[in-house]
């Protein structure tokens, strides 16, 4: 089966713009995750949503923000870019979310802003 | 807050060598624990996990034992080979903290042939 989808792979904005990506997730998932990579910070988790609400949030400022549609498919948005949210967002998706349950990462997207 | 502290690399290796990457956690609750590994140009992969004590993950020869005394979950392999080169990632998740995935910073694994 497919797996996850990011879209855009590679994306360049300008600092003060905003930004919209997209993830699919597996087919029957029902669970998305969204992470920031950085080479200082690491994998830091933005929020995980669940039948549409969001479930979990990480401490990242309001400019960070998502959503999920009724298919499951979710989308995060950065609005007022600085240029220390250049990073490679990865989504994940996962039947149930919790514990237990294997998160099935996407190849990510790559923000630069310049 | 939950932790997982992982040893710096790069780990520079030959082929056929003995691998070992340490991996300890803090944790509020009872954790599950994961490795994960990262292709250049890829997202994660799962490549092992355990969610109880003395569970042992293992997958592909690679090979990890959740220890809660010492809060530790080193991953190991007997013989690397040249492609098994990526960065691997520790992680945890705990209930008590969301289930969200908390990940150590990484350790680059290279492997020369």
């Known amino acids: 089966k497919a797996g996850v989808t990011q879209t855009p792979r590679y994306l360049i904005k300008t600092r003060g713009q905003q930004v919209t990506l997209s993830c699919s997730p597996i087919s029957g998932h029902r669970s998305v995750s969204w992470y920031q990579q950085t080479p200082g910070q690491g994998l830091q988790f933005l929020f995980e949503?669940?039948?549409?609400?969001?479930?979990n949030k990480g401490n990242f400022p309001g400019r960070f923000s998502g959503r999920q549609f009724s298919n499951s498919r979710s989308e995060m948005n950065v609005s007022t870019l600085e240029l220390g949210d250049s990073a490679l967002y990865l989504c994940a998706s996962s039947l149930m979310g919790g514990p237990n349950t294997e998160a099935f990462f996407g190849q990510g997207t790559r923000l630069t802003v310049v | 807050g939950d932790s997982v502290t992982q040893m710096e690399g790069p780990v520079t290796l030959s082929e056929e060598a003995f691998l070992t990457i340490n991996c300890t956690y803090t944790a509020t609750g009872y954790p599950s624990l994961f490795w994960y590994v990262q292709y250049p140009g890829e997202g994660l992969q799962l490549l092992l996990k355990?969610?109880?004590?003395?569970d042992k993950g293992s997958n592909k020869g690679f090979e990890a034992t959740y220890r809660k005394e010492t809060t530790s979950f080193h991953l190991e392999k007997g013989s690397v080979q040249v492609s098994d080169s990526a960065v691997y990632f520790c992680?945890?998740?705990?209930?008590?903290?969301?289930?969200?995935?908390?990940f150590g910073g990484g350790t680059r694994l290279m492997v020369k042939p």
């Open positions: 949503y669940f039948s549409e609400t969001q479930r």
């Open positions: 992680a945890l998740s705990d209930v008590d903290a969301g289930n969200m995935l908390t």
């Open positions: 355990a969610t109880k004590a003395d």
